[in-house]
């Protein structure tokens, strides 16, 4: 048998499953956990870097067609060139891949991940991220053709956020499809990162509503966070401060 020579874009390495299991290491049944936990790894590093005490919200809408995820931080903001540039699929854009540590910056590109993977989970082939920070909101649209081929549509207005990073995806897919505990992520966050507050706020198409709790990370169990629209866990130790963490801009 005489083998054919393909070519993959580098694009279709984002935007397709069998490139998205290849740059992230997990099934597409694990991609909803992907996503929030370098949401929440972004967020943390983002206000660290800045010298605060990070203030994570994680906002999450379900519908039966799929998940709205959105991470809100309380960091300097991501500038407006560099979501410019996370448009650009032909390219690598990081800030940790050239000062890696044990536990940072091996994939180096994963916001770009989460980019496609909307793309690749859904039907047509397209989808929707919404970035707000530094006064402005993005919205790139990206749609993927079945030769590969990635274009990205960036629009961008003017808000009155002027700190801090929120961004949003849809992720298609109904809640049975993928293996999803985001409230044990979340606590696992808090219990690892005692110096951030972390809030999780849970609602859905039919409802919009929920209700407010408080827990500090030390009380807070699995069983507990089931029953919870609203949890907010609070930091335990000041930062900066004694308690001391690897940071995302100091070598190691």
Request: with cysteine; net charge negative.
């Amino acid at each position: 048998m005489k083998r054919e020579v393909f070519s993959i874009t580098t694009s279709e390495a984002y935007t397709s499953v069998g490139g998205l299991l290849a740059q992230t290491g997990q099934d597409r049944k694990h991609w909803r956990h992907v996503a929030l936990k370098e949401l929440i790894d972004n967020a943390l590093d983002a206000a660290e870097s800045a010298g605060i005490a990070p203030a994570v919200l994680v906002e999450i809408t379900e519908s039966p067609t799929g998940l709205t995820l959105a991470v809100t931080d309380n960091g300097s903001g991501i500038p407006a060139d560099v979501v410019a540039r996370l448009a650009d699929f032909t390219a690598f854009i990081s800030d940790k891949a050239a000062y890696r540590a044990p536990l940072r910056g091996a994939q180096g590109n994963a916001i770009k991940t989460l980019l496609g993977m909307p793309v690749a989970l859904s039907d047509d082939r397209r989808s929707t991220t919404e970035i707000i920070a530094c006064g402005v909101r993005h919205r790139l649209r990206v749609q993927a053709s079945p030769t590969g081929a990635v274009r990205c549509e960036h629009s961008t207005e003017a808000t009155d956020a002027a700190t801090g990073t929120r961004l949003s995806i849809a992720i298609p897919g109904a809640v049975d499809r993928f293996n999803w505990q985001p409230d044990r992520w979340v606590i696992a966050y808090a219990l690892f990162n005692p110096h951030a507050q972390l809030q999780i706020r849970k609602t859905d198409d039919c409802s919009g509503g929920y209700s407010d709790v408080t827990v500090h990370a030390d009380d807070a169990s699995e069983s507990e966070s089931v029953e919870f629209w609203v949890l907010l866990l609070l930091p335990t130790v000041s930062f900066p401060g004694k308690w001391r963490k690897f940071l995302p801009n100091v070598p190691t």
